[in-house]
């Protein structure tokens, strides 16, 4: 079930909503599990039976570490708890990697595929894991006690706003809300306001720009402007399909009276890829900072191995992404990137207007480079975008005006308008959504609701990007 579909919106989010509220005090957990096990098994049954076994793992875990007598018991159950985690990891979601490279590998030695394997990735996997991690890791590190509720630490695991997509959410944030939480009429109704901007940019924005890149990254021989268009095409709807799902997270959430922590500020205004990633994804950057960057020994061991650890760190949020090697290439990129800039300072405050500009061009297009992996299959179909980024499949595309609609076209201006209002917006202050409570908002908020439940009962079935990872 996804959150932009007729079946959520229409039926379970009214239905969860009347019982959730119906529900009294601390029993309103309880209809959190239940309602997110229904969420999460409207997929598959038999993964939710996986999630409930990984959550009742991680609290006895946590509890054996929190309980240990010494500090060696406590690194031992840490690790094992770490490992345990991994490796579940490891098999649901690169299992199918690791044999087709074994495979391949095999067949240019042996002339054999000595396995087969078709392992499928239960959704939201990623997510979980990582916050697992994270629970465990702060349990050790004495930031939080280990919770004796398993109802509160199913709640948490489960809580269907982030359930399969994130943000990645962390125990220590969190653990006051499962305790107690304040329910207002103002915070549902910021939370209805949240939920129909991200919808809009889901709906509207992502959806509408998408068959651009399709038809780029699905071109064999894509001309220079082809391929170019495809990847700014790609660059917005990315975002505005991972922002638009973490605005609605974030709006649910404060529909059930919890406050999670902002995912995105204004990435495509970063002038650094550094920047660039205190913007975008925000819960993952830090997560991947607190809980592999510093574990590596960050900047405190010397310039050489800060180089490094921000390389490793990088390549990790890389492979996290998917089981592909275009993934790994490109969180070494950024992390290759990110090594660069700390070494020249080219993240360090610039005081001409004009290198400024030029920061923001250089960082716009490494970004792009990167997307194109991101988006990419294969590694042949990154190297085919990038031949026609090099204008190598010509230099112009006769029958590119035919083949997009007037349509696709006005919302790719309207989306890069859009991201135009979001970098002026990081770079002066000036904010470009109308201000809560305004006349103008109570007029554009029931015409994106409008426009957006019209779209979505007109196309057909469109998953958020991220449910992959």
Not at 237 to 250: K, P, R, V
Not at 383 to 397: D, E, I, R, V
Not at 418 to 446: D, H, I, K, M, N
């Amino acid at each position: 079930m996804v959150f932009s579909s007729n079946v959520f919106i229409y039926l379970f989010l009214p239905l969860f909503l009347a019982a959730y509220y119906l529900t009294p005090g601390r029993w309103k957990n309880i209809t959190i599990v239940l309602g997110s096990y229904i969420f999460y098994a409207w997929w598959r049954v038999d993964f939710l039976i996986l999630l409930i076994v990984f959550t009742f793992w991680n609290y006895l875990i946590a509890i054996v570490i929190d309980k240990a007598a010494t500090q060696a018991r406590r690194n031992l159950f840490l690790i094992v708890g770490i490992v345990i985690n991994v490796l579940t990891l490891l098999y649901f979601k690169y299992m199918n990697f690791f044999v087709e490279n074994w495979n391949l590998l095999a067949k240019q030695v042996a002339g054999t595929d000595p396995f087969i394997s078709h392992v499928v990735l239960p959704i939201g996997i990623s997510f979980f894991v990582f916050q697992a991690i994270s629970y465990l890791v702060d349990v050790w590190r004495r930031d939080v006690e280990a919770t004796t509720s398993l109802v509160d630490l199913a709640a948490f695991k489960a809580i269907f706003p982030q359930l399969i997509a994130g943000p990645v959410l962390r125990y220590k944030d969190l653990k006051d809300q499962f305790r107690g939480r304040i329910h207002t009429v103002d915070k549902f109704a910021e939370g209805l306001r949240r939920f129909i901007y991200g919808l809009s940019t889901k709906i509207l924005l992502a959806d509408s720009v998408a068959p651009i890149a399709d038809q780029a990254f699905g071109s064999a021989a894509p001309s220079l402007p082809q391929a170019w268009l495809g990847a700014v095409a790609y660059a917005l709807q990315l975002f505005f399909d991972f922002m638009g799902y973490s605005s609605m997270a974030i709006g649910l959430a404060l529909m059930m009276g919890f406050v999670f922590i902002e995912n995105f500020d204004n990435p495509y205004a970063s002038r650094s890829i550094t920047e660039f990633w205190r913007r975008w994804h925000i819960s993952l950057s830090t997560w991947l900072r607190d809980y592999v960057y510093i574990p590596l020994g960050g900047n405190r061991k010397g310039e050489a191995k800060t180089y490094r650890n921000l390389i490793l760190t990088m390549l990790i949020g890389g492979f996290w992404h998917g089981a592909n090697w275009t993934f790994l290439l490109w969180g070494g990129l950024h992390g290759g990137v990110m090594a660069l800039e700390r070494y020249f300072t080219m993240s360090a405050k610039i005081q001409s207007q004009a290198s400024k500009l030029l920061a923001w061009v250089v960082t716009m297009v490494i970004v792009l480079i990167g997307w194109v992996l991101f988006r990419a299959a294969n590694l042949g179909e990154a190297l085919t975008m990038y031949a026609g980024m090099l204008g190598m499949h010509g230099l112009t595309s006769a029958d590119l005006a035919w083949s997009l609609s007037r349509t696709q076209l006005a919302f790719l201006a309207i989306a890069l308008i859009v991201v135009g209002l979001g970098v002026r917006q990081a770079w002066t202050g000036r904010g470009y959504v109308p201000p809560r409570g305004s006349r103008l908002e109570l007029f554009v908020l029931p015409l994106l609701l409008i426009l957006s439940l019209t779209r979505l009962s007109a196309s057909s079935f469109s998953p958020f990007l991220y449910f992959q990872f």
